[in-house]
């Protein structure tokens, strides 16, 4: 595998603040995730989101609300486990701009109001998901890891 690519995807010098940043947006993002997918924790499920994201001018909604819905339980279970956090976190952020400036802008900033606060906030701990990578304990450590020996000194 190329080496620069290995690095770019894998290796972080993030220690343990990127679990404690990872473990629990990836925990929200993959329950929001799960909402929109399968209906879990009181969402409305593909149906149900599709036909509301239709509604406020994202069409075709059902395609829409099955994007968000990956980019969210996907992306935050590849949060959970430290694996492909880089482009994990790119997908995620994107999806918080999609939904701060479809969704939320026009109700200010506080979420009581329906506004962007929260969004604001996943965007902002995506973003520098994506700057620092997964950290210490993480699968794209342990692949970084292993992309470093040569091939012949792998043990079983």
């Given at each position: 595998?190329?080496?620069?690519?290995?690095?770019?995807?894998?290796?972080?010098?993030?220690?343990?603040?990127?679990?404690?940043?990872?473990?629990?947006?990836?925990?929200?993002?993959?329950a929001?995730?799960?909402?929109?997918?399968?209906?879990?924790?009181?969402?409305?499920?593909?149906?149900?989101?599709?036909?509301?994201?239709?509604?406020?001018?994202?069409?075709?909604?059902?395609?829409?609300?099955?994007?968000?819905?990956?980019?969210?339980?996907?992306?935050?279970?590849?949060?959970?486990?430290?694996?492909?956090?880089?482009?994990?976190?790119?997908?995620?952020?994107?999806?918080?701009?999609?939904?701060?400036?479809?969704?939320?802008?026009?109700?200010?900033?506080?979420?009581?109001?329906?506004g962007?606060?929260?969004?604001?906030?996943?965007?902002?701990?995506?973003?520098?998901?994506?700057?620092?990578?997964?950290?210490?304990?993480?699968?794209?450590?342990?692949?970084?890891?292993?992309?470093?020996?040569?091939?012949g000194?792998?043990?079983?």
């Amino acid at each position: 595998m190329n080496t620069s690519l290995v690095t770019k995807l894998f290796v972080s010098n993030a220690g343990l603040s990127a679990l404690a940043l990872r473990v629990p947006v990836g925990v929200i993002l993959l329950a929001h995730g799960a909402q929109k997918l399968f209906g879990w924790f009181g969402g409305y499920g593909l149906e149900g989101t599709g036909q509301w994201m239709e509604s406020i001018g994202l069409a075709p909604g059902y395609w829409m609300a099955a994007l968000a819905g990956s980019a969210e339980f996907f992306g935050g279970a590849a949060l959970i486990l430290g694996l492909l956090v880089r482009p994990a976190a790119i997908v995620s952020a994107f999806t918080m701009l999609v939904a701060i400036f479809s969704v939320h802008w026009a109700n200010g900033l506080f979420m009581s109001n329906n506004g962007y606060e929260f969004a604001l906030a996943l965007l902002a701990a995506s973003v520098s998901l994506s700057l620092s990578g997964a950290g210490a304990v993480s699968v794209d450590q342990c692949i970084a890891r292993a992309a470093k020996q040569p091939y012949g000194s792998r043990s079983a």
